[in-house]
């Protein structure tokens, strides 16, 4: 899960960096180049490309290059750092679908949690007057759908290997990204091209490395690391695109994780 939020924050980072680039545009890059690795684990290893749980399969890629999309459209109104913390919301609808659709049961004291990191939202929102709304709406929507994909990987378990899950994600991406970015093409100058690339190799060491953490060890051991990335994206935030946080800011992110690793302990 370490290895996870650092090549995620790394892959944030590049996408603030490239916030001129269309966002589709930045989906199929972030994609295309992650299937060199993904088709080649897995014919190298005579794994099964198709799967067994493909209905699920193709609806976590569905899903999943929705979040995507919506969050890389969010980071060009939102401090990269912001934008993360507010995706991280995603838990919280998880557990919503979860109730509904997995027939589990939250306790009170986790419904306590998820209020304290919507305390933090509010006070992210409230004290900090120069945020877009845009960008809260786009990131708000974002973290729904990756509430959703949450509980999709949870119904596959084990039954796929998880370079296959994130296979059928990365195909769909391509296919989705690379239709939505035709009309609005920005050609690439320099070392940007190896930037779009490299936003594949670091998006599938993170979500091969986060599917794999889930898979092999329960939810509440592996859950609080992630939020890792939060830290790392925002330091990156300060130290390379000289964002500004207020003191408000730091507050309601900081209530926003912590709200989140408690729940994820108390599940315990």
Same mark, same amino acid.
């Given at each position: 899960?370490?290895?996870?939020?650092?090549?995620?924050?790394?892959? *944030?980072?590049?996408?603030?960096?490239?916030?001129?680039?269309?966002?589709?545009?930045?989906?199929?890059?972030?994609? !295309?180049? @992650?299937?060199?690795? =993904?088709?080649?684990?897995?014919?190298?290893? *005579?794994?099964?490309?198709?799967?067994?749980?493909?209905? $699920?399969? !193709?609806?976590?890629?569905?899903?999943?290059?929705?979040?995507?999309?919506?969050?890389?459209?969010?980071?060009?109104?939102? &401090?990269?750092?912001?934008?993360?913390?507010?995706?991280?919301?995603?838990?919280?609808?998880?557990? %919503?679908?979860?109730?509904?659709?997995?027939?589990? +049961?939250?306790?009170?004291?986790?419904?306590?949690?998820?209020?304290?990191?919507?305390?933090? %939202?509010?006070?992210?929102?409230?004290?900090?007057?120069?945020?877009?709304? $845009?960008?809260? $709406?786009?990131?708000?929507?974002?973290?729904?759908?990756?509430?959703?994909?949450?509980?999709?990987?949870?119904?596959?378990?084990?039954?796929?290997?998880?370079?296959?899950?994130? +296979?059928?994600?990365? !195909?769909?991406?391509?296919?989705?990204?690379?239709?939505?970015?035709?009309? *609005?093409? @920005? +050609? &690439?100058?320099? =070392?940007?091209?190896?930037?779009?690339?490299?936003?594949?190799?670091?998006?599938?060491?993170?979500?091969?490395?986060? =599917?794999?953490?889930?898979?092999?060890?329960?939810?509440?051991?592996?859950?609080?690391?992630?939020?890792?990335?939060?830290?790392? @994206?925002?330091?990156?935030?300060?130290? /390379?695109?000289?964002? !500004?946080?207020?003191?408000?800011?730091?507050?309601?992110?900081?209530?926003? /994780?912590?709200?989140?690793?408690? *729940?994820? $302990?108390?599940?315990?």
């Amino acid at each position: 899960m370490i290895i996870s939020t650092m090549a995620f924050a790394c892959m *944030n980072g590049i996408v603030k960096h490239l916030m001129h680039i269309n966002a589709f545009q930045i989906v199929f890059f972030r994609s !295309v180049s @992650t299937l060199f690795f =993904t088709f080649g684990f897995l014919l190298k290893n *005579n794994i099964p490309l198709l799967g067994n749980n493909k209905k $699920l399969l !193709v609806l976590r890629g569905f899903v999943g290059v929705t979040s995507m999309a919506l969050f890389f459209m969010s980071t060009k109104y939102l &401090p990269i750092g912001t934008a993360v913390s507010l995706r991280y919301m995603a838990p919280i609808f998880a557990a %919503v679908f979860a109730v509904f659709l997995l027939k589990e +049961n939250i306790k009170q004291l986790q419904w306590l949690f998820f209020t304290m990191a919507f305390i933090g %939202v509010l006070v992210l929102k409230g004290f900090d007057t120069e945020l877009s709304a $845009l960008g809260l $709406l786009l990131i708000f929507i974002s973290a729904i759908f990756s509430g959703l994909v949450y509980i999709i990987i949870s119904k596959i378990g084990k039954g796929d290997h998880p370079v296959v899950v994130v +296979n059928y994600f990365m !195909v769909i991406s391509t296919i989705v990204g690379g239709v939505f970015a035709i009309n *609005n093409w @920005t +050609n &690439p100058v320099g =070392t940007e091209w190896f930037l779009l690339f490299s936003l594949g190799v670091f998006g599938y060491f993170g979500q091969v490395y986060m =599917t794999k953490a889930f898979q092999v060890a329960a939810t509440n051991q592996v859950a609080p690391l992630k939020y890792l990335e939060v830290i790392f @994206t925002v330091l990156f935030g300060v130290f /390379i695109f000289s964002e !500004v946080y207020t003191l408000w800011s730091l507050l309601g992110i900081a209530l926003i /994780i912590l709200g989140l690793i408690l *729940n994820a $302990l108390y599940k315990k």
